[in-house]
């Protein structure tokens, strides 16, 4: 809750320097809500939205919000998220990355985590990586003490990205990611390595995606393989953002 203060408190006072930056809202529509190649929402529909600032200084805030499904062990319908960060240039095309992320469950609190990133970027390609002392709340603690006695629950996600610009408005979007560290090694028993191969679109105000998404362990869920899934799946992606600016 206190992470939760802090960034709200950022909020309020960008908001004063609003007249020298740029404000804008993002609508997305999602075939399945992915998070590092697990579904968010049993593999259902989700709607999304971003609300992000972005000051002259490389000072950016934000918030995301999707509807979620974890099952019926998990009273959690939507997630809201609130995060924070600075960016900036070395050169033209070397740029670098740095920030907080505070996901919450506002009926599910237990789930309730904070991670610190930290990325460059060179022309088409990033890398980040992602840290977080307590993933996945208590919840994570929990699972993390019922599998293996340890209940430490410290992780990292690692991942690369690259977008490659194609003729017509059309782009190949690739994605690797890691997911490891003490959680990974005492709740789930392994790494995860997530990938995502797929096409993007540009259709006037809206973005088209097209993405074949993959982990390397298969469906472990034997119960409900929608709750969960880790499944090899294609996603489709819609989304906008306002203001629409004229070209």
């Known amino acids: 809750m206190r992470n939760l203060r802090i960034l709200a408190a950022l909020g309020l006072v960008t908001v004063t320097g609003v007249a020298n930056a740029d404000v804008s809202a993002t609508v997305f529509g999602v075939s399945d809500y992915d998070f590092r190649g697990t579904s968010q929402n049993a593999r259902d529909p989700a709607f999304q939205f971003t609300g992000d600032y972005a000051g002259d200084n490389g000072l950016a805030l934000g918030i995301f919000g999707?509807?979620?499904?974890?099952?019926?062990?998990?009273?959690?319908?939507?997630?809201?998220?609130?995060?924070?960060?600075?960016?900036?240039?070395?050169?033209?095309?070397?740029?670098?990355?740095?920030g907080v992320t505070?996901?919450?469950?506002?009926?599910?609190?237990d789930l309730n985590y904070v991670e610190i990133y930290g990325g460059l970027s060179y022309d088409i390609v990033s890398a980040k990586v992602w840290y977080s002392n307590k993933f996945l709340g208590d919840f994570g603690e929990d699972l993390a003490r019922s599998t293996s006695g340890d209940d430490d629950t410290s992780a990292f996600y690692i991942e690369g990205n690259a977008t490659i610009p194609l003729p017509n408005n059309f782009s190949?979007?690739?994605h690797a990611g890691l997911s490891t560290g003490d959680y990974w090694d005492n709740a789930i028993g392994d790494d995860?390595?997530?990938?995502?191969?797929?096409?993007g679109y540009t259709a006037g105000k809206f973005n088209l995606a097209l993405k074949f998404i993959g982990n390397d362990t298969g469906d472990?869920?034997?119960?409900?393989?929608?709750v969960n899934s880790q499944e090899d799946r294609v996603l489709f992606t819609v989304q906008t953002t306002f203001p629409w600016k004229s070209e």
């Open 66 to 98: 999707s509807n979620v499904d974890f099952g019926s062990s998990l009273d959690a319908d939507f997630e809201i998220d609130l995060y924070g960060g600075f960016s900036g240039k070395f050169d033209e095309k070397f740029g670098w990355t740095t």
């Open 220 to 226: 472990v869920d034997e119960v409900d393989t929608d």
């Open 172 to 174: 190949i979007l690739l």
């Open 192 to 199: 995860v390595v997530d990938f995502s191969v797929g096409v």
């Open 102 to 109: 505070y996901y919450a469950y506002p009926q599910e609190t």
